[in-house]
């Protein structure tokens, strides 16, 4: 089960980060941050298709083809909990390392952003506090670590969930015969 679970949280925290690694840098190309999110989270849902992968693998090959639902969340969790560990410490290598003019650029993005859509001098102040208060959370890398993995994680846990949903097995399949 260990390897299982290895292989395909790592398999799912490299497609992840590549993915994150991509879109950070479509960000710094394009002020405007379009497609970023979108293939962010679609890498997200990429590299979570190896929770399935995994406890199908682990049903199929290693527990003769049953597996309780407790059993499948469990395997599905610690993949999950692999591939969002490696995408929050890229996140902070990147952030730290690479880019740690983020939060002056994004922030300067929403702001803009808000601006053009019309907002009144109130909601920009608004928007402005909400700003200054996430770059002063981006001070401390606990609450870096904890806004990345809240980015990440319930992503993945909706991912198990469904995907023990789906593959849980009580019994073996019987197997059909031709007559």
């Given at each position: 089960m260990k390897k299982t679970i290895l292989i395909n949280g790592l398999i799912a925290g490299f497609i992840v980060t590549a993915m994150m690694v991509t879109?950070?840098?479509?960000?710094?190309?394009?002020?405007?941050?379009?497609?970023?999110?979108?293939?962010?989270?679609?890498?997200?849902?990429?590299?979570?298709?190896?929770?399935?992968?995994?406890?199908?693998s682990y049903r199929d090959k290693h527990n003769s083809g049953t597996i309780s639902f407790g059993e499948a969340f469990k395997i599905g969790l610690f993949i999950t909990l692999i591939a969002s560990t490696v995408y929050v410490a890229v996140w902070l290598v990147e952030y730290?390392?690479?880019?740690?003019?983020?939060?002056?650029?994004?922030?300067?993005?929403?702001?803009?952003?808000?601006?053009e859509k019309g907002a009144t001098a109130a909601e920009i102040q608004s928007q402005t506090a909400q700003m200054e208060t996430y770059k002063e959370w981006y001070k401390n890398p606990i609450l870096i670590i904890l806004m990345t993995y809240a980015e990440i994680l319930p992503i993945g846990l909706v991912v198990t969930l469904i995907s023990a949903l789906i593959l849980k097995r009580n019994q073996k399949p019987e197997k059909f015969t031709t007559a």
């Amino acid at each position: 089960m260990k390897k299982t679970i290895l292989i395909n949280g790592l398999i799912a925290g490299f497609i992840v980060t590549a993915m994150m690694v991509t879109s950070s840098l479509l960000c710094y190309k394009n002020p405007n941050f379009e497609g970023s999110m979108v293939l962010g989270y679609l890498g997200m849902l990429l590299a979570f298709s190896f929770v399935f992968v995994g406890i199908k693998s682990y049903r199929d090959k290693h527990n003769s083809g049953t597996i309780s639902f407790g059993e499948a969340f469990k395997i599905g969790l610690f993949i999950t909990l692999i591939a969002s560990t490696v995408y929050v410490a890229v996140w902070l290598v990147e952030y730290y390392f690479f880019i740690p003019d983020f939060m002056e650029k994004y922030s300067a993005h929403v702001l803009k952003q808000a601006a053009e859509k019309g907002a009144t001098a109130a909601e920009i102040q608004s928007q402005t506090a909400q700003m200054e208060t996430y770059k002063e959370w981006y001070k401390n890398p606990i609450l870096i670590i904890l806004m990345t993995y809240a980015e990440i994680l319930p992503i993945g846990l909706v991912v198990t969930l469904i995907s023990a949903l789906i593959l849980k097995r009580n019994q073996k399949p019987e197997k059909f015969t031709t007559a």
